[in-house]
């Protein structure tokens, strides 16, 4: 592969040059060589790099991770133990979301449930959906079912 300029580059990886920028300022992609008139060349390995970021990012890998990832490389270390490490604690993560959203729809389920035709406006000032105002929070309800009672 013939070396490209940072346009041709980002075109081929369907990047935008400015995201290969900030990569170089994060220290994620090496400061690439220069033309005399100082446009960025890039090289096959540049390539490599910039494919292993964009697949690592796909699987939930901030750039943090992704720097401490290429470092570990850079240092002679495979990081394969500690990209797994890292991929355990995003299914992890993963995991306490989908219990939070889980949660989440039961009580809107329960909102929906319980709606009935909406309340006449009678002029009541401080509400701005009686519904949703009346309706405890999860938080709230964890708190009062730990304290021995359902709050709603």
Request: proline content about 5%.
């Amino acid at each position: 592969m013939a070396e490209m300029f940072i346009g041709e580059l980002a075109a081929e990886l369907e990047l935008n040059p400015r995201t290969l920028r900030y990569y170089e300022a994060l220290g994620l992609l090496p400061a690439p060589a220069r033309t005399m008139n100082g446009d960025r060349v890039y090289g096959e390995d540049a390539v490599q790099r910039l494919a292993f970021i964009t697949k690592a990012k796909s699987l939930g890998l901030t750039l943090k991770e992704i720097g401490q990832i290429l470092a570990l490389r850079e240092s002679g270390q495979l990081p394969c133990s500690s990209v797994q490490h890292m991929l355990l604690e995003h299914v992890e993560r993963i995991d306490r979301q989908i219990a939070q959203l889980r949660a989440l729809k039961a009580d809107l389920t329960a909102l929906l449930n319980g709606w009935r035709r909406a309340p006449k406006h009678n002029g009541n000032a401080g509400h701005i959906c009686p519904r949703i105002e009346a309706y405890g929070t999860p938080q709230e309800k964890r708190i009062a079912t730990k304290k021995g009672g359902e709050k709603r």
